[in-house]
């Protein structure tokens, strides 16, 4: 079984540019979650995405996007980036949008915003 | 909004000794609650969840204790070993949001000394 991959590992980006991230879900789940993990702080939740629906959001701005494929693998897209943009970003799986299904996470994503 | 904080945000253990982590939450309608050991480097690891209608929850030298009356659960490791050294979060499910989000505290960061 193959637990929760992300791409890239790190990125370094500019202010005002945009950036794709990538995940793929664990075999068998249907529903990722998106999180960003600023240094020192817990993870704070930016959407969930089940079966190529946005199934929730958090208080992030709209420049913050997803998308969800039909492997269930999904991408989150973040437009005009700013210096506080720069954070871990971690996706996290599911078997399906229960509340009680557990949140397996990938490694995340380390992006660095100049 | 509703928030989950840890009393500690550092810990000192010896190997061998018992450790006790503790979160305070604030959600009175928090059904669900996790704890994830985070690795320097790594995404958020499951090690054991409970719902609200149990008190307690026995896993592999973990234990978690929830106390709703006053809104506050802990994480017993037994018998902690370096491995166990990482950054450790609680997290509720939030039932204000659609979807699945999940609401972490800051982390308390264990450290293991042999």
């Known amino acids: 079984e193959t637990g929760v991959t992300q791409s890239p590992t790190h990125l370094i980006k500019t202010r005002g540019q945009q950036v794709t991230l990538r995940c793929s879900s664990q075999?068998?789940?249907?529903?990722v979650s998106w999180y960003q993990q600023a240094l020192g702080q817990g993870p704070q939740f930016i959407f969930q995405y089940y079966r190529e629906e946005e199934n929730g959001r958090g208080n992030f701005p709209p420049r913050f996007s997803g998308l969800q494929f039909p492997n269930y693998s999904s991408e989150l897209n973040v437009n005009a980036l700013e210096l506080d943009d720069s954070a871990l970003y971690l996706c996290?799986?599911?078997?399906?949008?229960?509340?009680?299904?557990?949140?397996?996470f990938g490694p995340g994503t380390r992006l660095t915003v100049l | 909004g509703e928030s989950v904080g840890l009393h500690l945000p550092t810990l000192s253990v010896q190997e061998g000794d018992n450790s006790i982590i503790n979160c305070a939450y604030s959600n009175s309608a928090s059904d669900y609650f996790i704890w994830y050991k985070q690795e320097s480097g790594k995404g958020p690891q499951f090690i054991i969840d409970i719902r609200s209608n149990m008190d307690k929850r026995q896993g592999q030298r973990v234990t978690v204790l929830l106390n709703k009356t006053v809104k506050h659960l802990s994480l017993q490791i037994a018998a902690t070993q370096p491995g166990d050294s990482a950054v450790y979060f609680c997290?509720?499910?939030?039932?204000?949001?659609?979807?699945?989000?999940?609401?972490f505290g800051k982390g308390t960061t264990l450290s293991v000394s042999s």
């Open positions: 075999s068998g789940h249907n529903t």
């Open positions: 996290a799986s599911s078997l399906a949008a229960v509340s009680t299904d557990t949140q397996y």
């Open positions: 997290a509720e499910r939030d039932d204000g949001q659609a979807g699945t989000a999940l609401i």
